[in-house]
């Protein structure tokens, strides 16, 4: 062996790498110094396999700003857009952006047309959420034990799979019908809709996830001693994890798509049917209100579920959305 | 077979292995026969395709044979077990776990007391040096660190026994003798018997007590050679050449009259 490549070896070494790992940020700044011969270069080629875990400090903010801005500038220019169109185009069929606005800041406060819909968004937007959450809740607690069961056991693979396969292509909206037979007109029956359009992406995700699972963590468990419903809980769910987030950040779409439809149905509160009313109404300023508010309400939960994704899958950088 | 006097600490007693590929039946092993001591250190070499990851599968209980079996002091292995601890060319760490839960998987499962687990975890982080890196995720370490990991993590676990896969055919040159050299010193120090499979007849001279050859189509023990070198062993010396170079001729010799046979 010759003495360099002693010399490096050591590098490998994990005092010596922890004794870099302290000397890091100087260790950073010297790195784009070349050094011509030596161990040197070998060592630096250690430090440099040597992950990072702090975050580049730099140019984060003006980054961020810019992010912000673009993320703005867009819909801005769709409203103005908008609002040209309609001006150009002279229809009174489509309310201006600034009459949605005031019809926002009445429904929000009241006030402006002091109406059956001033100052009731709370009423509705909570409705909403009850049956939106309630739906969604479900469709969790079902889905992903079911979707575990189903991606790691086989005969709950063949009895279930088929049936599963069978009932997904039918859209949630055909079950309408039958769901006001069985659960009437009201709101459960719109929680049913939000947990049938729930559920599939999280069932569909979760197998996914688990049938995408390196075999061997398995056979790594079984033999350090886990087993049965262990196995579950320590290492199939844990392993599934970033793509059961896949399918809540699916569902979670589709349930307040659904609870629109599911609010069509003759339920006096919520979100579906302020737009309902409004179409009744031939209001279009407050069915755009509905749909902005619902929009501003799914992007609000999404970007917590995004957190909290961030927050369970740690471990796993390229997961974070 | 019958009961003997001595029992054999591990023995792999006439294991076949066939798999279906397709339609048609392939045999992976044929007629393996292999007593391991308490203790020894053995490399299992030869070319990809002799059955010699399928042969370590089975010991350690991941597969079953088509015919044959598997024993531990005359107890047949019928699946994975504590005993055995498998450590992966690509590490099969648990990326969800820290470096210290990851080792400390197994004495969980055991259900011991919080402290306790926690006692073994931060003893076996010594043993490998990973202590500064407890808290880390796999996919915060080099390849060399992970592999330590895995090795801690079964033998935290009190495995006796490490199956070695190619346990550093994933690693840089410079990692791997690194790895070699503390392998060998844990070895030492805790007495485990160690089947290690290879392809590098440079490292199964290093390392091994016994060079067991396998050779493919269907998997069997062609040759099982005695390393008689002292340890430390130093790659650069004329002795370890003069091992390494009858071990490498062996080992083409009956790759040439495979050929020939072919």
């Known amino acids: ?321 | 077979m019958d009961e003997t006097p001595r029992r054999d600490f591990l023995a792999v007693r006439e294991v076949a292995k066939l798999f279906q590929i397709g339609d048609e039946l392939v045999a992976a092993l044929s007629g393996v026969n292999l007593v391991i001591d308490k203790g020894e250190f053995v490399c299992l070499i030869g070319a990809s395709g002799c059955g010699k990851s399928t042969l370590l599968r089975i010991i350690a209980g991941f597969e079953q044979p088509s015919s044959g079996r598997v024993e531990i002091y005359g107890h047949p292995v019928t699946g994975a077990g504590s005993d055995r601890g498998m450590v992966f060319q690509d590490f099969a760490l648990f990326p969800w776990l820290t470096v210290r839960e990851n080792i400390a998987f197994g004495p969980r499962q055991k259900g011991l007391p919080t402290t306790r687990v926690r006692e073994i975890a931060d003893e076996y982080l010594n043993m490998v040096g990973l202590a500064p890196f407890a808290d880390r995720f796999p996919a915060q370490l080099s390849g060399g660190m992970k592999q330590r990991v895995a090795i801690a993590r079964v033998l935290a676990n009190e495995a006796n026994i490490l199956l070695m896969d190619e346990p550093f055919g994933a690693l840089d040159a410079l990692t791997r003798e690194q790895l070699q050299d503390e392998l060998l010193q844990i070895w030492a120090r805790t007495g485990v018997t160690v089947i290690f499979v290879t392809h590098s007849v440079e490292e199964a001279t290093l390392m091994a007590d016994r060079v067991v050859v396998m050779t493919a189509g269907p998997g069997r023990i062609e040759a099982d050679i005695p390393i008689m070198l002292e340890r430390p062993r130093d790659v650069s010396s004329p002795d370890f050449n003069e091992v390494r170079r009858s071990l490498t001729q062996r080992l083409t010799s009956h790759v040439r009259r495979q050929l020939k046979a072919a």
């Open chain 1, 1 to 321: 062996m010759t003495p360099t490549a002693s010399a490096a070896l050591r590098a490998e070494d994990p005092a010596v790498v922890a004794a870099g790992e302290a000397a890091d940020a100087t260790v950073d700044q010297a790195r784009p110094v070349i050094v011509p011969t030596g161990a040197a270069p070998f060592k630096t080629g250690s430090f440099a396999a040597e992950p990072k875990v702090k975050p580049e400090p730099g140019p984060l903010v003006p980054e961020r700003v810019q992010s912000l801005l673009l993320a703005v500038a867009f819909p801005l220019l769709l409203i103005v857009a908008w609002h040209e169109l309609v001006v150009l185009s002279g229809t009174r069929l489509v309310p201006t952006p600034y009459q949605v606005g005031l019809m926002m800041v009445d429904f929000a406060v009241g006030g402006i047309h002091d109406d059956a819909f001033s100052g009731t968004i709370l009423t509705h937007l909570l409705a909403s959420m009850q049956r939106v959450y309630g739906g969604f809740a479900l469709a969790i607690i079902l889905g992903v034990p079911l979707g575990l069961l189903i991606g790691r056991v086989k005969v709950i693979r063949q009895l279930v799979d088929p049936t599963l396969s069978l009932l997904r292509p039918i859209p949630v909206t055909a079950w309408l019908p039958l769901s006001m037979i069985f659960f009437g007109l009201g709101p459960r029956s719109a929680v049913f809709l939000v947990f049938l359009g729930a559920f599939y992406p999280i069932v569909l995700n979760t197998v996914f996830g688990v049938r995408s699972v390196d075999p061997k963590l398995f056979e790594a468990a079984s033999m350090l001693g886990c087993d049965g419903s262990r196995m579950f809980r320590q290492v199939v769910l844990p392993a599934a994890t970033p793509s059961i987030f896949n399918g809540l950040r699916l569902a979670h779409g589709f349930a307040w798509i659904l609870i629109v439809v599911g609010e069509m149905t003759g339920v006096p509160t919520g979100l579906g049917s302020v737009i309902m009313d409004g179409r009744n109404l031939s209001r279009t300023d407050l069915i755009i209100t509905g749909m902005i508010v619902i929009g501003i309400a799914g992007i609000a939960t999404d970007r917590l579920i995004v957190r909290l994704n961030n927050r369970v899958l740690r471990w796993s950088p390229q997961h974070h959305g």
